[in-house]
């Protein structure tokens, strides 16, 4: 169900990443960064992918718990392909692409804002994890870069806020406030559908939806850190499995802050600065974030595009 502006957004994220590492590698030591990138066996290969395609497994259960809060029962199998197929624009801002799947569901009665209220709740849990495996960096870097603490301690001040908010009817009462003031226009329709959002968010964010979220969205996210560090060994470079979550995490804050379309380039360049702060070799501090990428990232993508592809013609069987 991808769309032609999607498949516009998609290519163009590839051929910008291409051009990215393209450029990166050329420009640097090319030898030692290939010779690097060729020291992942394909069982190497085989190992850190399945970690990914278990952290989708683990974040498929938390969104299926999510749509069930509403009542809908959707056909396990079917479901995780719509999980999945929403992956192919993992790559948009903020991750926003992957509503797509919200298109899947209509016919099985979710309403959008239900969807796009488990969305936004996923995001919400996400940075909240990524943050607090982001805050050991304040007992494994000693030396530590004041710019990093300031950015984890920002990001963890706004959370403490705006979580406990929207526990709170405060928010959608200064928001229905807004509407009772504002004329029908552009404005007051996306207001309203936020109030919608926000309603539908409310039930998802009780102690107990909010606990099973961040533990197993902690567990998706561990095992995406885990590919980081197992590259970073296959490589010769061995870290604490503490420290490789923790710039792992960093790095895809960073990206994300950065509002570039899968945090291309931003992420990689966090990476590769941290691991040049511990001490690494330039082409390590090169090749690893790029490999730790394609392992995630755009397996990932490739993930959603097969899903797609699975979808599309089941669809044709159907008929």
Known sequence: MLTKKHQRTLSLSILIAVGLYSFIILSADTG???????????VDW??????????????FIRWNNYIRVFQHFIPLKRHFAYYLAGLALTTTPAKAGETVRSLYLIPYQVKISQSLACFFTERLLDVTIMVFIASFLFFTFPDL????AYFILTLA???????????????LNILKF???????????QTIEHLIALLQSAYKLLSIKMISQGLFLGLIAW???????????????????????????????LAGAASFIPGGIGATEAVMGLMLISINSEPHIAIAVPILTRLATLWFAVCVGLLANIY???NHIQRD
């Open 32 to 42: 030692k960064i290939l010779a690097t990138m060729k020291q992942l066996t394909p």
């Open 46 to 59: 085989l190992t850190v992918l399945s970690c990914s395609f278990i952290s989708y497994i683990f974040r």
């Open 145 to 148: 870069d004041k710019r990093y």
């Open 157 to 171: 001040l706004g959370l403490l806020v705006l979580l406990p908010l929207l526990r709170t009817q405060l928010l």
């Open 178 to 188: 807004m509407i009772s003031k504002s004329n029908k226009n552009k404005f007051s």
């Open 222 to 252: 561990v095992l995406n850190g885990l590919v980081f560090y197992l590259i970073l060994e296959q490589t010769g470079f061995t870290v604490e499995l503490s420290l490789a979550l923790t710039i792992y995490a960093i790095s895809i």
């Open 311 to 313: 979808l599309s013609l």
